[in-house]
Nanobody, 126 residues
């Protein structure tokens, strides 16, 4: 089972930026699609972004498109989420996850991911 450790969360004012990182254990990181999800208080966990094994394909939720950028460094077993123009509604715990199977097909479905980090809190103040 892969271990995923997120970092980079914090408190930022609206309009600010944060960069989240997620480091994975093991030697198979580079073949899997990775994703970021988030869960706000009292809400269901929702898809934020995903990136395929090579970094050549990325997918975003409409709510973050144009503001967030997902990327990865396979040499470092790390996936990133650059978040710009943050809004109070972006406040949530952010989780990274690894896709259940090796596939390039796009997905935003939580059930398609089976390994999750512990999450990192992002708070955006107005």
């Amino acid at each position: 089972q892969v271990q995923l450790v997120e970092s980079g969360g914090g408190v930022v004012q609206a309009g600010g930026s944060l960069r989240l990182s997620c480091e994975a254990s093991g030697r198979t990181f580079s073949i899997y699609t990775m994703g970021w999800f988030r869960q706000a208080p009292g809400k269901e966990r929702e898809f934020v972004a995903a990136i395929n094994w090579s970094g050549g394909r990325t997918y975003y939720a409409d709510s973050v498109k144009g503001r967030f950028t997902i990327s990865r460094d396979n040499a470092k077993n790390t996936v990133y989420l650059q978040m710009n123009s943050l809004k109070p509604e972006d406040t949530a715990i952010y989780y990274c996850a690894r896709r259940r199977i090796v596939s390039d097909a796009p997905t935003a479905t939580e059930g398609d991911f089976d390994s999750w980090g512990q999450g990192t809190q992002v708070t955006v103040s107005s």
